[in-house]
């Protein structure tokens, strides 16, 4: 196994791998089974790998033990960012400080995942992405390629507010097809989907689909109109 350079009162666990020229900072937990790619840079205060804790109320499955934390090669995890057990990150990931990668999640190559960034359980997240500080990316939710998330984003998946059993096979995330943008402090409701090269402007709260290549914008967001030629995704 390579040996990764190392900070002090750093935790390994059991049948954790490192690839080559792997640096670990100061007071890091890497939790058993981790795999971690060639060229990881791991900041200080990081733990990889955390087993979810389950409140007595929950609706989430009662999974005693997850599979390891994957994490590619050219990685690198800010300061103080906790990712959890059976969550992938592809090649090239950058996640910035505070940022939290919950279970069961992916992320693909070369997205930026921001400063206090929040992606919860169940969320896949393609390539080139940019989510952008503090957006938070609810459960059960897919964001295609080259998505962009402003900061301040809130999306949301309970239409019934916490109130209902009924809910329980109804929770959604959002859907954001490859090219889709969502300006800052915007809020979507339960099951939104942004298809391709859709647009979102700042503030808006949006309580219905977003079609390809509109864009929309207020409370409740409107179409003002198509997205220009020269900003679409197949032009990038």
């Keep these: 196994m390579n040996t990764p350079r190392m ?5 390994i666990g059991e049948n954790v791998t490192f690839g080559e020229n ?16 060639d060229n990881v840079l791991i900041q200080d ?36 960012s906790i990712i959890y057990a059976n969550a992938e990150l592809a090649d090239d990931v950058f996640v910035a400080d505070l940022a939290t990668i919950r279970e069961r999640v992916t992320i693909g190559e070369k997205t930026i995942v921001g400063r206090g960034v929040a992606v919860e359980n169940d969320c896949k997240v393609g390539v080139k992405c940019k989510l952008e500080t503090n957006c938070y990316i609810t459960a059960y939710s897919e ?20 109130r209902s059993a009924e809910r329980y096979d109804k929770f959604k995330g959002i859907t954001i097809k490859n090219g889709g943008r969502i300006g800052a402090n ?23 689909d977003v079609k390809q290549e509109e864009l929309v914008v ?8 198509k997205v220009p030629e020269n900003q679409l995704l197949r032009n990038q």
């Design 22 to 37: 792997v640096s670990i900072g100061h007071n890091v937990i890497i939790y058993d089974g981790a795999k971690i790619g």
């Design 186 to 208: 915007t809020t979507t409701l339960p099951g939104i989907t942004i298809e391709e090269d859709g647009a979102v402007g700042a503030g808006s709260i949006v309580t219905k």
């Design 218 to 225: 207020g409370t409740p967001a409107k179409v003002i109109r």
């Design 143 to 162: 964001l295609g390629d080259y998505v962009f998330v402003a900061p301040g984003v809130i999306t949301t998946n309970d239409n019934y507010m916490a």
């Design 45 to 80: 205060n990081v733990v990889i790998g955390k087993q979810p804790s389950r409140a007595k109320n929950s609706i989430l499955p009662d999974v005693k033990q997850l599979p390891p934390t994957v994490i590619g090669s050219g990685c690198t995890i800010g300061t103080s």
């Design 7 to 11: 900070g002090n009162n750093v935790v």
